[in-house]
């Protein structure tokens, strides 16, 4: 299991963005497209990292506690410490991320190159305004042919207790604090499906609540290089 860690920075809506890949152009490696949709009304994601890999490599698993790197991400939206685990990993060919805050009905897409039996995507965003909820793929299929699409709830990394304080909470909406040192009484401790946001805190739960998918995921196989 990986782990991520990283401050959010001022972040900026961007609409439709298409990222560049430095992607490795040698015999046998497909390109693909990635592309996420923000299907909520008012949550925003964060710059999001995009693998492609073998079958073996996980960012994490429902119902186990997030590696540090996923508690990086899940709290503040950093994507360092995660990029920097999966290009160690040989089973690992490339990892792209997006730039800038992915709004409400707007989408990013990122390019990563894939191999020969290594033709697997994660991915991993924060949710933001949460305390660590993020949206992820973990290890699904790329299309052989054209595109699959697929979607993805709200999780909770378990990593710090979901007091909607915005002291607690990175970003532009709330300006908080991002990381959470250590295990705290409230932090659930494993990884599992987001129940949403209740106006427990600061945050007004008709504005801020969801209801699941909150992203659209698709993959399309755009070219072979031979």
């Known amino acids: 299991m990986f782990r991520l860690f990283n401050r959010v920075p001022r972040i900026t809506f961007i609409a439709a963005l298409i990222i560049t890949s430095s992607s ?14 923000n299907l909520t009304n008012s949550i925003n994601f964060t710059p999001i990292l995009v693998a492609s890999h073998r079958r073996a490599v996980s960012i994490f698993e429902l119902g186990s506690p997030a590696s540090d790197d996923l508690s990086a991400v899940a709290e503040g939206g950093d994507t360092g410490p995660l990029t920097t685990t999966l290009n160690g990993n040989h089973q690992v060919i490339d990892v792209q991320s ?5 709004g409400p009905g707007m989408s990013v897409t990122v390019i990563v190159s894939a191999a020969h039996g290594a033709k697997r995507i994660s991915l991993a965003s924060m949710m933001l305004p949460t305390n660590d909820g993020f949206i992820a793929l973990d290890s699904v299929k790329a299309p052989r042919h054209d595109s699959a699409t697929y979607f993805s709830p709200g999780y909770d990394a378990g990593t710090e207790e979901n007091d909607e304080a ?4 990175p970003g532009p909406t709330c300006g908080g604090v991002p990381f959470s040192p250590g295990v705290n009484e409230g932090d659930e401790g494993y990884v599992h499906i987001h129940r949403g946001m209740h106006g427990i805190g600061d945050l007004e739960a008709h504005v801020y609540d969801w209801r699941n998918p909150v992203a659209k995921i698709t993959i399309t196989r755009v070219s072979n290089h031979h």
Do not use: E, K, M
């Open 166 to 169: 915005c002291a607690n909470i």
């Open 98 to 102: 997006s730039s800038g805050l992915l």
């Open 24 to 37: 490795i152009q040698a015999s046998g490696y497909s390109t693909y497209h990635v592309t996420i949709t």
